[in-house]
Every structure is written in C-alpha cells, then in structure tokens.
C-alpha cells in the first residue's frame, strides 16, 4: 500500500506564501507522478499541479506563476510552494501519488490520495 501525509497548511493573509509536503510511505517499488489537487466548499476538487518522476511540471492556468511543484524523490516526498496566495486559494489541497507499491501478493499500481490540508487565505 502507499500512505501520504500532508502537512503545512494554515491560515495566511493575501499576498501571503505557504509550502505545504507531501511524503509517501510503505512497500513503494516506484512513484510516477505526483500532484496536488484542491477542492472549495461547493465546487468539484480540481487539480492545482502534476509533476513526473522526470521533474516536468504541469499547473492549473489559475495559479501559473503562483505556485511551485517539486519532489524529492530520495525521499518520496512532493512539494508545493505557494506564493502571492488569494482568498480564491483557499480549499483543502489533497495530495496525489501514482505509484507501484507491493499489495502483500505481488506488485501493482496504486492511485493514491493523502488526508488533505486546509489553506485558508483571509485578512
């Protein structure tokens, strides 16, 4: 199985940065991609960015420029940087891994989803 633990969401002011972490832990064989998603009270949970083992990024239009993805994959661990944050931000950001990890049998693909974070962006 893979378990992902997120942490470094908060309350910040707008204009303000936050860095959430997103570590991957269990039998892992190997993580492809990782993202984040976000979802908003009342909206469907939407992805905020991807990125491949490889390191290329992909970002949804709306924080281009913003936010910041990247991983560690020593340590299985993905990261988001978030700068000139906006109330619009705010959402509870769920981590994502594609991943090969051992069921206890054999190996096989996992899609994975952390516990989520809650960003609040407010003066």
């Known amino acids: 199985q893979v378990h992902l633990v997120e942490s470094g969401g908060g309350l910040v002011q707008p204009g303000g940065s936050l860095r959430l972490s997103c570590a991957a832990s269990g039998s892992i064989f190997r993580i492809n991609a990782m993202g984040w998603y976000r979802q908003a009270p009342g909206k469907q949970r939407e992805l905020v960015a991807s990125?491949?083992?490889?390191?290329?990024?992909n970002y949804a239009d709306s924080v281009k420029g913003r936010f910041t993805i990247s991983r560690d994959n020593a340590k299985n661990t993905v990261y988001l940087q978030m700068s000139s944050l906006k109330p619009e931000d705010t959402a509870v950001y769920y981590c994502?891994?594609?991943?090969?990890?051992?069921?206890?049998?054999?190996?096989?693909?996992?899609?994975?989803w952390g516990q989520g974070t809650q960003v609040t962006v407010s003066s």
């Open positions: 990125i491949t083992s490889g390191g290329s990024a």
């Open positions: 994502n891994a594609d991943a090969i990890a051992y069921s206890g049998t054999y190996y096989r693909p996992y899609d994975s």
